[in-house]
Structure formats: structure tokens, C-alpha cells
């Protein structure tokens, strides 16, 4: 079972454009990923953001994390057609060692 | 630093049939864990082990097994396969066993006809 959703579920914008992906999720966690898949393709880690943490960035990536509301943000700024893909998040809770739950991901097209 | 890599890419097998995939991790990492994707069901956790042994097991029949090496090799069998097991079987490893972060491999497309 998923362990929350995704918001939205599909995302189109121009380049250059920012793109806001939500996640949600059910149970208290001790970190959340975010990775992004090509069409048919393996998941590409993004960033991986701790329980005590509120805010992470790397390059064009910033990730937010509320565990008081169990939802996090992934914000890509000025998009590129190469940013094409879909997006998710994924969290592991408590002593389930690297038992990863998805969200449903983010669908996101970048229009040249 | 090579990356997670998984075999065979792609394969084909009939009902009933039965099929094993491979997972080599990272070098220098201990936990591998096997994930299936579908459309329906998007990315749900079938198994990890660490140091060789299962670790934590996902909600799947017992058609599926795996198991792990001296290596961090893995592999992954599903046996009596049936149409709904067409997949992408995707393979992640880790440092240790909970809050590291976890790659993937590109994967291992398996179709059922």
C-alpha cells in the first residue's frame, strides 16, 4: 500500500518556469527521499531530507519538510526540458530498516 | 563508482514458468532491497537483506524469495509466474540498514505471456 499521495499528479510547464511537486504522508518517518524516474527507466536519487530537518537544497532542487503536518515539498527552479519525468517521494519510519513507501508521483512535463 | 547494476534487462517468460534476477550493489554496501513497479500499483517493497539475511519482507506471496551473498550480491526468484507479476523489478543499495540513502538500479523489465 502507498504510503501517501502526490500532488499533483501531472505537471506541465514551460522552461524556465519553477515546478512544485507535494508529498503526504500516514505515519511518522525518520527521513523522506525524493527521486525522479525517465520513461522505463531506474530511480535516480534527489535528495534525502531528515525528520529534524526543515529545509534542503542541492543545485536547482529545494526540498521543505512539516512533519508536524506530514507533507514535504520538491521546488526545481528554472526548468528544463531535460527535467521531464516523474517525480517521488519515498519514507522510511521507525526500525523498518530500508523498507521504502512510495507516494503515487508527479508526472512532470517541461515544454521547450 | 560503478552503480547498482541489475541483469538481465529485459526478459520474457511464459505462465508457470519460473525466473531469477540479479542485483550487484554498490561497492562497499551491505543492504540491497528488491521493489516491483506497476501501473496499477506503483513502487511497493518486496524484500531486504543485510549481511545476508532478510531483514524485512513486504507484503508479497511466497512465490517470491530472495537471498543475498557474502558478496552483497542478490538475487531475486519468482516462481510459477503468472501475468500479473509483469513488472519492473527494481534492485536498491545502502550503506547500512535504515537512514542512508538508498540507489537504484535501472532495473529488470519482466513480462509474462
Known amino acids: 500500500s502507498q504510503q501517501g499521495e502526490e500532488d499533483p499528479q501531472a505537471l506541465s510547464i514551460q522552461e524556465g518556469e519553477n515546478a512544485t511537486m507535494n508529498c503526504s504522508y500516514k505515519t511518522s518517518i525518520n527521513n523522506l527521499q525524493w527521486y525522479r524516474q525517465n520513461s522505463g527507466r531506474g530511480l535516480v536519487h534527489l535528495i534525502l531530507i531528515r525528520s529534524n530537518e526543515r529545509e534542503k537544497h542541492s543545485g536547482r532542487l529545494r526540498v521543505t519538510l512539516d512533519t508536524s503536518k506530514k507533507s514535504s515539498s520538491l521546488l526545481i527552479t528554472a526548468s528544463r526540458a531535460a527535467d521531464t519525468a516523474s517525480y517521488f517521494c519515498a519514507t522510511d519510519a521507525g526500525n523498518a530498516g530500508n523498507m521504502l513507501t512510495f507516494g503515487g508521483g508527479t508526472r512532470l512535463m517541461v515544454k521547450p | ?113
Open chain 2, 1 to 113: 563508482k560503478a552503480g547498482v547494476t541489475q541483469t538481465p534487462r529485459y526478459l520474457i517468460k511464459t505462465r508457470g514458468q519460473q525466473v531469477t534476477l540479479s542485483c550487484s550493489p554498490i561497492s562497499g554496501h551491505r543492504s540491497v532491497s528488491w521493489y516491483q513497479q506497476t501501473p496499477g500499483q506503483g513502487l511497493q517493497f518486496l524484500f531486504e537483506y543485510f549481511s545476508e539475511t532478510q531483514r524485512n519482507k513486504g507484503n508479497f506471496p511466497g512465490r517470491f524469495s530472495g537471498r543475498q551473498f557474502s558478496n552483497s550480491r542478490s538475487e531475486m526468484n519468482v516462481s510459477t509466474l503468472e501475468l500479473g507479476d509483469s513488472a519492473l523489478y527494481l534492485c536498491a543499495s545502502s550503506l547500512g540498514t535504515g537512514g542512508n540513502t538508498i540507489y537504484f538500479g535501472e532495473g529488470s523489465w519482466l513480462t509474462v505471456v
